[in-house]
């Protein structure tokens, strides 16, 4: 099928005003594939780049317009004659960090952090809010004929947190807390577990996905309901944990996992807050914790896939609104406006996408 030359793109031009426009279909460098999207996630970067919050925003990296959309999946429509290793209609997800190649971080492997940076759908590059992107080919992975797009599209984010994960270095038998129940602290609970911890817990607000994460063998605190520290004594019988994460973006839950952390443990903020945190130095300095930062997902794509493959890490449940692309307006503002219970909200080329 021939690819046309004008696509349909939900363009961000301002805070709060997604505009739907015919564009022009990407222009391929020989290096680069054009991937047409089956399935994207709204992250809470995209909110935070909607409403305007987005540090990145306000920091010069980000700028309007743009079209978002990084936790995609799709199949390949057009190559550069320089692209090597995929072949025509192939389901492929990708790295979202795109280096130059050239500097001393990217040099190094650390492509996430170079100099000149780019990252789809959020920094001076157009994403997956439409019905065509364009990737460079080394950032792209193959997706297997047994894995379905909406499986797919949670790779992006699995990967930021499973990569926290592994930087944190969880150890055989470490105690895990992740504060917040969104679909990062979710996935940074699974693969620690996967990792090795005995007991995860996840710390949320409600019940609404309590049993979901039972089945996978981790345990819920409603903070609402109960003290945190008063449920990690009752439900493992000790007073701290070996290693917290902070996934809810809220400036003011970073403190509780830092008192929550035993002495010498771990503290790994995944999360953007938007605003200047105050934390407890003292507190990291007299029990001697490590805070572990973390960004993106780099060199985390293959290992999370395969921990997918064998069903260590879960997407079952975790989709719980499905929009068009024609739909985006009204599919962030449902996010935006919290119109109803959701872990993840999906942006699909049609609702008949599996």
């Known amino acids: 099928m021939a690819v046309p030359k004008s696509m349909l793109a939900a363009v961000l031009t301002a805070p709060y005003k997604i505009e ?46 743009i079209i978002m959309g990084h936790e995609w999946c799709g199949k390949v429509a057009a190559m550069g004659k320089a692209v ?7 389901k492929v997800v990708g790295d979202v960090s795109i280096g130059c190649g050239k500097c001393y971080n990217c040099m190094q492997g650390k492509y996430h952090l170079c100099d000149n940076r780019r990252e789809i759908g959020v920094i001076h590059y157009d994403g997956a809010f439409a019905r065509y ?7 792209l992975y193959h997706v297997g004929e047994s894995v379905s797009p909406l499986t797919a599209m949670f790779v992006e984010p699995a990967a930021t947190s499973c990569r926290a994960v592994m930087k944190t ?81 809220n400036v003011d839950v970073g403190n509780d996992a830092i ?59 975790m989709l719980t609104a499905k929009y068009t692309l024609e739909q985006t307006p009204e599919a962030f503002d449902f996010v935006k406006q919290k119109k109803g219970p959701r872990i993840k909200v999906g942006i699909l080329k049609n609702l008949d996408v599996k």
């Open 259 to 317: 008192h929550m952390t035993a002495s010498g443990g771990k503290v790994c903020p995944i999360s953007f807050s938007g605003r200047m945190a105050s934390i407890d130095v003292d507190d990291v300095v007299c029990r001697d914790l490590t805070m572990v930062g973390t960004v993106a997902s780099p060199n985390a794509f293959v290992p999370t896939m395969r921990m997918m493959e064998v069903g260590k890490i879960h997407v079952d449940g």
């Open 84 to 90: 090597k290793g995929f072949a025509m209609d192939e």
């Open 133 to 139: 992107l364009k990737v460079p080919y080394k950032n």
């Open 169 to 249: 270095g969880i150890k055989f038998g470490d105690r895990v807390l992740v504060f917040g129940d969104g679909a990062i602290g979710i996935f940074a609970a699974q693969a620690a577990l996967a990792s090795g911890a005995s007991h995860v817990g996840i710390v949320g607000i409600n019940n609404l996905h309590k049993e979901l994460f039972h089945s996978w063998g981790i345990d819920f605190i409603n903070s609402t309901e109960i003290p945190v520290a008063e449920a990690v004594e009752k439900l493992w019988g000790v007073s701290k944990v070996d290693v917290t994460f902070e996934c809810t973006g």
């Open 20 to 65: 739907m426009k015919e564009v022009p279909v990407p222009e391929l460098e020989a290096d680069e594939v054009l991937v047409e999207v089956l399935a994207c996630g709204i992250c809470t970067t995209d909110i935070e780049l909607y409403d305007g919050s987005q540090p990145y925003l306000h920091n010069g990296i980000s700028a309007f317009p």
